[in-house]
């Protein structure tokens, strides 16, 4: 017999006690017969401690409805969406109830709505969103004060967005894109999401992108051998903004990529998401600095994989205008997408 998780023993613990002494309340307060008066006092989630009122609530949670005249419930709904309920965890005074997982919380009509064989009555209550992601971060990275950026991802309800701790007007949102405008002194600084469910913060910083939909600075970039595809414009496949790099390459052939110098002193590494096309497990590639004097070879897979190099290991360099790469995999050739290639901050 599989034995019970503790969690779960001592939720279940927590949630009978509760129950037990709101019943009690209840019995006491009504001399054991149910009010007549249907009434929404206030919602809280179930958990350990003070019960907390609060005016929103997450998908999947457990919550308790406190008030009077529930001994009759028949329906309650979250946003219109009609929630199963134990009507063994039902009192005239409490009801224990979970969010169901499928309740819609954009474009909704944001209340709890309790049905019993008297009556109805509503109460205000939002059920959130999950915390926000950022999917393919935000474009373009390297922008400067007054331009508008487009961030990526998903759960975007009602987003706050900030550069550091300065918070810009957002221009549109929907659940899977914003638009705002960079405020000033924006550089070098994280962009946050925040909504009410939690925040979720950029990986790449403002101005530190060699790749972003577009080589950054770019003064020439070529194949070895002048036939192999070298494509900056790939839209099919991507880790971060519309585009990635797209290389075509022959066995151990390799590429150049030139840019105009640029001051790294505030970078602590070279950064950058790679992927193979081919399923081959031995699929790898070499990034070479420094004129060759530093080369280091990088495994990665069919997913989209984040490398992330040390100055450190290639030299401590102050500037950077220069990055070759070579096909290492040892299999004939590979196609290699490459995206969100830049640096990042100390």
Same mark, same amino acid.
């Given at each position: 017999?599989?034995?019970?998780? !503790?969690?779960?023993?001592?939720?279940?613990?927590?949630?009978?006690?509760?129950?037990? &002494?709101?019943?009690?309340?209840?019995?006491?307060?009504?001399?054991?017969?149910?009010? +007549?008066?249907? =009434?929404?006092?206030?919602?809280? %989630?179930?958990?350990?401690?003070?019960? &907390?009122?609060?005016?929103?609530?997450? =998908?999947?949670?457990?919550?308790?409805?406190?008030? #009077?005249?529930?001994?009759?419930?028949?329906?309650?709904?979250?946003?219109?969406?009609?929630? /199963?309920?134990?009507?063994?965890?039902?009192?005239?005074?409490?009801?224990?109830?979970?969010?169901?997982?499928?309740?819609? /919380? =954009?474009?909704?009509?944001?209340?709890?709505? !309790?049905?019993?064989?008297?009556? #109805?009555?509503?109460?205000?209550?939002?059920?959130?969103?999950?915390?926000?992601?950022?999917?393919?971060?935000?474009?373009?990275?390297?922008? =400067? @004060?007054?331009?508008?950026?487009?961030? /990526?991802?998903?759960? $975007?309800?009602?987003?706050?967005?900030?550069?550091?701790?300065?918070?810009?007007?957002?221009?549109? #949102? +929907?659940?899977? @894109?914003?638009?705002? %405008?960079?405020?000033?002194?924006?550089?070098?600084?994280?962009?946050?999401?925040?909504?009410? #469910?939690?925040?979720?913060?950029?990986?790449?910083?403002?101005?530190?992108?060699?790749?972003?939909?577009?080589? *950054?600075?770019?003064?020439?970039?070529?194949?070895?051998?002048?036939?192999?595809?070298?494509?900056?414009? $790939?839209?099919?496949?991507?880790? *971060?903004?519309?585009?990635?790099?797209?290389?075509?390459?022959?066995?151990?052939?390799?590429?150049?990529?030139?840019?105009?110098?640029?001051?790294?002193?505030? /970078?602590?590494?070279?950064?950058?998401?790679? %992927?193979?096309?081919?399923?081959?497990?031995?699929?790898?590639?070499?990034?070479?600095?420094?004129?060759?004097?530093?080369? !280091?070879?990088?495994?990665?897979?069919?997913?989209?994989?984040?490398? @992330?190099?040390? $100055?450190?290991?290639?030299?401590?360099?102050?500037?950077?205008? *220069?990055?070759?790469? *070579? @096909?290492?995999?040892?299999?004939?050739?590979?196609?290699?997408?490459?995206?969100?290639?830049?640096?990042?901050?100390?």
């Amino acid at each position: 017999m599989k034995k019970l998780k !503790i969690k779960y023993l001592l939720s279940f613990l927590m949630i009978a006690s509760i129950f037990s &002494v709101l019943s009690s309340c209840s019995n006491d307060d009504n001399n054991g017969s149910a009010s +007549s008066v249907l =009434a929404i006092e206030s919602v809280s %989630k179930s958990e350990a401690g003070d019960l &907390v009122a609060t005016d929103f609530g997450f =998908a999947n949670n457990v919550y308790i409805i406190k008030g #009077s005249g529930f001994s009759s419930v028949q329906k309650i709904y979250f946003n219109d969406t009609d929630t /199963y309920f134990n009507p063994t965890l039902v009192t005239d005074t409490a009801i224990f109830v979970t969010i169901d997982i499928n309740t819609p /919380y =954009a474009n909704a009509s944001n209340e709890l709505k !309790i049905v019993t064989k008297t009556g #109805s009555i509503t109460y205000p209550f939002v059920v959130a969103p999950p915390a926000p992601v950022l999917l393919y971060g935000f474009t373009p990275i390297n922008a =400067a @004060e007054g331009d508008v950026v487009t961030i /990526y991802g998903n759960f $975007f309800l009602e987003p706050v967005v900030t550069f550091g701790t300065t918070a810009t007007p957002v221009i549109s #949102s +929907s659940l899977t @894109e914003i638009k705002v %405008k960079v405020p000033a002194n924006s550089n070098s600084k994280y962009v946050t999401v925040t909504t009410i #469910s939690g925040s979720a913060t950029s990986t790449s910083a403002v101005g530190s992108a060699l790749y972003d939909d577009a080589l *950054q600075g770019d003064t020439g970039h070529w194949m070895w051998n002048g036939a192999d595809t070298f494509d900056t414009n $790939f839209t099919s496949d991507k880790a *971060q903004g519309l585009k990635s790099i797209k290389f075509i390459f022959g066995g151990w052939n390799g590429a150049d990529m030139k840019f105009a110098s640029r001051d790294v002193s505030k /970078y602590k590494a070279f950064r950058v998401r790679v %992927k193979s096309i081919s399923t081959n497990a031995d699929a790898s590639i070499k990034f070479v600095f420094g004129g060759w004097a530093y080369q !280091i070879t990088k495994p990665f897979s069919t997913d989209w994989t984040y490398i @992330e190099i040390p $100055f450190s290991e290639i030299g401590n360099p102050t500037t950077f205008d *220069q990055l070759t790469l *070579q @096909e290492s995999g040892g299999f004939g050739g590979n196609t290699i997408l490459m995206d969100d290639m830049g640096f990042v901050l100390k």
